[in-house]
């Protein structure tokens, strides 16, 4: 029993250094610019306009989040406010303002903005880790740019997104799986996929059969295998993020289907702190260089 309860124990010291490995505040600070501002895209053009969808009161069916929490019904004034409200917040907070409360507050619009657009309609799987992301990205705190000290609040907050990146690949696989069985590596998908969404790429490749089947039991063992991606170390992780930035540039010239939010995620893999030290650096040669003109 004693032996058991000390590998217990083992296992679990072994966990919290894992997740809670401290990692560069700057990464947090260059995280959040990125997910903040692509909120004016997102409700501006990438999602499906939800104030032209609460026009139509007959196709609202609440989802069980809407069942289970007060979110309030859609209504064109609510959805007008929102469209301005989520990009308007996120900017602020984006350049560090008030970084937990209106984190937050960007956190719980964005998400009654994405339920209110899916309760009409298809709900994607591109914003589970953009929107774990907007919740975990506030608990740290104070974050500037190029900040290279190490924080165990940043390495919890960016494990949490790289574990939601991750998960959806995971789960996509399962549910292929579960719903399509083995005919979904076996069949025809990929094709029909294609057909329903001519591309130049896809076109081509329609003429390669054999390619489309590999393709598919591909996409499933890659996704299978993606939790490998969160024990990789040194140049393994760049393999393992080329990886996943091939297989979305692959979905997008030959399907038409873009994961922008998702991708955007995987950001938390890199070193992107290094972007504020070079911003740094840069203006403070140009300040340099200003100083000895005058």
Same mark, same amino acid.
């Given at each position: 029993m004693?032996?058991l309860?000390?590998i217990?124990?083992?296992?679990?010291?072994?966990?919290e250094?894992w997740w809670?490995?401290?990692?560069?505040?700057?990464?947090?600070?260059?995280?959040?610019?990125?997910i903040?501002l692509?909120a004016?895209?997102d409700?501006?053009?990438y999602s499906p306009d939800?104030?032209d969808?609460?026009?139509?009161?007959a196709a609202?069916?609440?989802l069980?989040?809407e069942r289970?929490?007060?979110?309030?019904t859609p209504t064109?004034?609510?959805?007008?406010f929102?469209?301005?409200a989520?990009?308007v917040?996120?900017t602020?907070?984006?350049f560090?303002r008030?970084?937990?409360l209106?984190?937050?507050?960007?956190?719980?619009?964005y998400?009654d903005?994405?339920?209110m657009?899916?309760?009409?309609g298809?709900?994607?799987?591109d914003?589970?880790?953009?929107?774990?992301?907007?919740?975990v990205l506030?608990?740290?705190?104070?974050?500037?740019?190029?900040?290279? +000290?190490?924080?165990?609040?940043?390495?919890?907050a &960016?494990?949490?997104? !790289?574990? #939601?990146?991750v998960?959806?690949?995971? =789960? $996509?696989?399962w549910s292929?799986?579960?719903?399509?069985?083995?005919?979904w590596a076996n069949g025809?998908?990929?094709?029909?996929?294609?057909?329903?969404?001519p591309?130049?790429?896809? +076109?081509h490749l329609l003429?390669h059969?054999?390619v &489309?089947?590999?393709? !598919?039991w #591909?996409?499933?063992?890659?996704?299978? =295998? $993606?939790?490998?991606?969160l024990?990789?170390r040194g140049?393994?992780?760049?393999?393992?993020i080329?990886v996943m930035?091939?297989?979305?540039?692959f979905?997008?010239a030959?399907?038409k289907i873009?994961?922008l939010?998702?991708v955007?995620?995987?950001l938390?893999f890199?070193?992107i702190?290094?972007?504020?030290?070079?911003?740094a650096r840069?203006?403070?040669?140009?300040e340099r260089?200003?100083?000895a003109?005058?």
């Open positions: 004693s032996a309860t000390g217990g124990s083992t296992a679990a010291r072994r966990l250094q809670f490995t401290p990692l560069p505040l700057g990464r947090i600070a260059a995280l959040r610019v990125v903040y692509f004016w895209y409700v501006f053009a939800v104030t969808r609460v026009t139509d009161p609202f069916h609440r069980f989040v289970l929490l007060p979110f309030p064109s004034g609510l959805a007008s929102m469209q301005i989520v990009p917040v996120a602020i907070t984006a560090g008030w970084p937990r209106l984190g937050w507050l960007t956190f719980i619009l998400a903005w994405l339920v657009g899916d309760s009409y298809y709900v994607p799987h914003r589970f880790a953009f929107l774990v992301a907007l919740a506030p608990s740290v705190g104070a974050a500037k740019a190029g900040d290279l +000290t190490r924080s165990e609040r940043a390495g919890w &960016l494990r949490c997104i !790289q574990v #939601a990146v998960a959806t690949y995971f =789960l $996509s696989a292929k799986v579960r719903y399509g069985g083995w005919h025809a998908v990929l094709t029909w996929a294609l057909l329903r969404r591309t130049w790429a896809g +076109t003429q059969p054999t &489309l089947h590999l393709s !598919q #591909a996409a499933i063992l890659a996704e299978t =295998l $993606s939790p490998i991606v024990f990789l140049r393994w992780v760049y393999v393992g080329a930035f091939g297989f979305h540039a979905n997008q030959t399907l873009s994961f939010p998702h955007l995620c995987i938390s890199l070193p702190e290094i972007l504020g030290v070079w911003f840069g203006r403070q040669r140009r260089s200003a100083s003109w005058t």
